[in-house]
């Protein structure tokens, strides 16, 4: 089973090698990373050739955002699953991907995912939120559920059969296109009860007021669109949030809700 991990890039010299060192480290032995980089202006070209790895394809021209840039990439994978892997984010341990394809094998689900760890920008180790997924159920989505989406990987074919993130959302084209791949489409997804991605906090979703109020509207418009309720939904969506922050068992499970 070949997996290809996407990483759209901007101007993240910062952070993309460890990024990327991540990704090289898995043990899984069919892989590939297809980094998409929107015309960077630091070195972010130079540090993704400086790897000069056969697992990885670069792309570097003008988009339209990162959904934009996503798009790309997963128009140009070539593996069975997809998955993503942003800039500032690292796979939490080397055997990840193969923790992904031992979830898929039996070919009975379309998609996994796992848990994900905030951790301080400047120091990895440091874990500010610690978000347990719990297994899916479609009636979780009515209580504001998602699977951690740095966590989530998808059969290709899924793409191609219902779509990939709609760019009209700015900042929740995430959210929107799980909400799609679990109402409309009806998707069948696996749950690895680990950690799978640490990611650093100051995402672009949560940089400022502005965005953080457009970030909820784009949330609202996504759960209307699909059905699945209104604004019960999206405050709950938020509220969920809260017992990331008290212990690494602080995320309640919603069915107990």
């Given at each position: 089973?070949?997996?290809?991990?996407v990483?759209?890039a901007?101007?993240?010299?910062?952070?993309?090698?460890?990024?990327?060192?991540?990704?090289?480290?898995?043990?899984?032995?069919?892989?590939?990373?297809?980094v998409?980089?929107?015309?960077?202006?630091?070195?972010?070209?130079?540090?993704?050739?400086?790897?000069?790895?056969?697992?990885?394809?670069?792309?570097?021209?003008?988009?339209?955002?990162?959904?934009?840039?996503?798009?790309?990439?997963?128009?140009?994978?070539?593996?069975?699953?997809?998955?993503l892997?942003?800039?500032?984010?690292?796979?939490?341990?080397?055997?990840?991907?193969?923790?992904?394809?031992?979830?898929?094998?039996?070919?009975?689900v379309?998609?996994?995912?796992?848990?994900?760890?905030?951790?301080?920008?400047?120091?990895?180790?440091?874990?500010?939120?610690?978000?347990r997924?719990?297994?899916?159920?479609?009636?979780?989505?009515?209580?504001?559920?998602?699977?951690?989406?740095?966590t989530?990987f998808l059969r290709?074919?899924?793409?191609?059969?219902?779509?990939?993130?709609?760019?009209?959302?700015?900042?929740?084209?995430?959210?929107?296109?799980?909400?799609?791949?679990?109402?409309k489409?009806?998707?069948?997804?696996?749950?690895i009860?680990?950690?799978l991605?640490r990611?650093?906090?100051?995402g672009?979703?949560?940089?400022?007021?502005g965005?953080?109020?457009?970030?909820?509207?784009?949330?609202?418009?996504?759960?209307?669109?699909?059905?699945?309720?209104?604004?019960?939904v999206?405050?709950?969506?938020?509220?969920?949030k809260l017992?990331?922050?008290?212990?690494?068992?602080?995320?309640?499970?919603?069915?107990?809700?």
């Amino acid at each position: 089973m070949k997996i290809s991990v996407v990483m759209a890039a901007y101007n993240s010299q910062a952070t993309i090698g460890e990024a990327i060192e991540s990704f090289l480290a898995q043990d899984h032995p069919e892989k590939e990373l297809i980094v998409i980089d929107g015309a960077s202006q630091d070195d972010t070209r130079s540090i993704v050739e400086g790897f000069s790895s056969p697992a990885i394809r670069f792309l570097s021209e003008r988009d339209k955002g990162i959904y934009d840039a996503l798009n790309k990439g997963i128009a140009l994978a070539e593996g069975d699953v997809v998955g993503l892997l942003h800039t500032d984010d690292l796979f939490a341990r080397k055997n990840v991907l193969s923790r992904v394809a031992e979830a898929l094998g039996s070919g009975e689900v379309d998609g996994a995912y796992g848990d994900l760890e905030y951790v301080a920008r400047d120091r990895p180790s440091s874990v500010i939120r610690y978000w347990r997924a719990g297994a899916y159920s479609r009636d979780l989505l009515r209580k504001g559920w998602m699977p951690p989406h740095p966590t989530l990987f998808l059969r290709s074919g899924v793409f191609e059969k219902h779509g990939n993130y709609d760019v009209s959302f700015r900042i929740s084209a995430d959210y929107e296109a799980i909400l799609r791949w679990l109402t409309k489409a009806e998707l069948q997804l696996a749950y690895i009860p680990e950690v799978l991605v640490r990611m650093r906090v100051g995402g672009e979703s949560n940089r400022s007021l502005g965005r953080i109020i457009r970030k909820s509207r784009e949330d609202l418009r996504a759960i209307r669109r699909h059905g699945i309720g209104g604004c019960g939904v999206l405050l709950a969506k938020n509220a969920s949030k809260l017992g990331q922050f008290t212990s690494r068992d602080g995320y309640q499970d919603m069915k107990d809700n």
